[in-house]
């Protein structure tokens, strides 16, 4: 009788950690991708793109929300605590196992660095080594160019899954206003291509070339070496050689 009660009580036990691992995992149970809501819109929030966030948790966790480094960087997308964490807000650790709310401080953090260094793979090199060993004047290090080739084939892989919804437009004005926002040449370029970088993929090809074509109207000035208008011309061949595979 005494061990069919213990048999019985561990069989309570069980059923009671099983259901308690199904309801915290419930986000992820409920959707196609792994936090797929969290992603969405932390990517809308901070204007990024979902696949790139997602690429980003796969390469520092794996998509476990529950990750500590031995350095204590902590969750999907491994925030340092207690540095990095209280800078964007987060005043608890326990906080940092929160899926949703450590996708959106590392959306914050990624969304902070391409405004500070005005570009896409400085950024991730910055989160990657920290952004004051970043230099928009040197190259970026062989450890951050191999990081930063992992999360870009990460989020192409990702992306080509097409299970993450993806935010944008390919809005002229929006480009326009952005060039205005400054008006240093150099400043201005950067922030077109940029912008070109983060939006191609919402354009059809002939609203690319209606934004080559009208380059030096919309910014306001001529385009620094061509180069905005030979990474427009890239993107255009790129697209063409996509849809002839």
């Avoid at 450590?102 to 920290?130: H, P, T, V, W």
């Avoid at 150099?186 to 074509?213: G, Q, Y």
């Avoid at 030096?216 to 890239?234: H, K, S």
Wanted: hydrophobic share 40%; aromatic share 6%.
């Amino acid at each position: 009788m005494m061990r069919a009660r213990q048999r019985a009580a561990k069989l309570v036990n069980i059923l009671l950690v099983g259901c308690a691992l199904i309801s915290s995992q419930s986000t992820w149970a409920n959707e196609t991708f792994p936090f797929k809501s969290c992603f969405e819109a932390t990517a809308l929030k901070y204007n990024l793109d979902a696949a790139l966030l997602a690429g980003l948790a796969s390469v520092e966790s794996s998509f476990n929300p529950n990750a500590v480094s031995t350095s204590d960087a902590v969750g999907l997308m491994q925030i340092k605590w207690p540095q990095t964490a209280t800078e964007l807000g987060i005043q608890s650790r326990q906080d940092l196992f929160d899926p949703c709310l450590n996708i959106d401080a590392g959306g914050q953090y990624l969304s902070a660095l391409r405004e500070r260094f005005g570009s896409k793979l400085l950024a991730l090199a910055g989160y990657f080594e920290g952004p004051t060993k970043v230099s928009t004047s040197r190259g970026i290090e062989d450890n951050s160019v191999r990081y930063i080739e992992r999360v870009l084939r990460e989020e192409q892989l990702i992306a080509a899954l097409d299970e993450l919804e993806r935010f944008g437009d390919c809005d002229v004005v929006a480009f326009q206003e952005m060039a205005a926002e400054t008006h240093h040449p150099k400043d201005r370029a950067s922030k077109a291509r940029l912008w070109v970088a983060e939006h191609h993929t919402f354009c059809s090809t002939p609203e690319l070339l209606r934004i080559r074509n009208r380059l030096p109207e919309l910014l306001g000035t001529a385009d620094p070496n061509g180069e905005i208008r030979t990474l427009i011309d890239q993107i255009i061949l790129e697209k063409s050689d996509s849809q002839k595979k």
